[in-house]
């Protein structure tokens, strides 16, 4: 009874933590600066960009927002709110400075990628953009 007690209270502390940690309170709209949403993407749109941005997503991304970008990703199961899926309208619709900004500033359990070259965070903005409709 008393190993109970203290594996109930021991999973009880766990989840209340991962709930902080994780966001799990309602969080505001993530809407990036006006004169970052402004932003033009430097890198030259092709499938050399494409390709650079989905090897950066397949290390640094996947194990959120899943291999084909749906926010599906073994991790994804454990964080509220949800990864982003890019291939939603949503993120779709969202202009390639303003996803440059998010994935460079991160926030709550989306870590900042600043430490990852402009231009790997902007063939990421591509690869983002070529999972459209998948």
Same mark, same amino acid.
């Given at each position: 009874?008393?190993?109970?007690?203290?594996?109930?209270?021991?999973?009880?502390?766990? $989840? !209340?933590?991962?709930?902080?940690?994780?966001? !799990?309170?309602?969080? !505001?709209?993530?809407?990036?600066?006006?004169?970052? @949403? !402004?932003?033009?993407?430097?890198?030259?749109?092709?499938?050399?960009?494409?390709?650079?941005?989905?090897?950066?997503? @397949?290390?640094?991304?996947?194990?959120?927002?899943? $291999?084909?970008? @749906?926010?599906?990703?073994?991790?994804?199961? $454990?964080?509220?709110?949800?990864?982003?899926?890019?291939?939603? @309208?949503?993120?779709?619709?969202?202009?390639?400075?303003?996803?440059?900004?998010?994935?460079?500033?991160?926030?709550?359990?989306?870590?900042?990628?600043?430490?990852?070259?402009?231009?790997?965070?902007?063939?990421?903005?591509?690869?983002?953009?070529?999972?459209?409709?998948?």
């Amino acid at each position: 009874m008393r190993r109970s007690m203290l594996c109930g209270a021991v999973a009880v502390g766990l $989840a !209340a933590g991962l709930a902080i940690s994780t966001g !799990a309170w309602a969080q !505001a709209a993530w809407v990036a600066p006006a004169a970052e @949403k !402004a932003r033009k993407n430097p890198v030259a749109h092709g499938k050399k960009a494409e390709e650079q941005g989905e090897k950066v997503a @397949k290390v640094n991304c996947v194990s959120c927002h899943g $291999a084909k970008g @749906k926010g599906d990703g073994a991790a994804a199961a $454990a964080l509220n709110p949800k990864p982003a899926d890019w291939t939603s @309208k949503k993120v779709q619709d969202e202009t390639d400075g303003s996803l440059f900004w998010k994935i460079s500033n991160g926030r709550g359990a989306m870590p900042p990628w600043k430490h990852l070259p402009e231009n790997e965070r902007w063939a990421v903005v591509h690869f983002i953009r070529s999972v459209k409709g998948k």
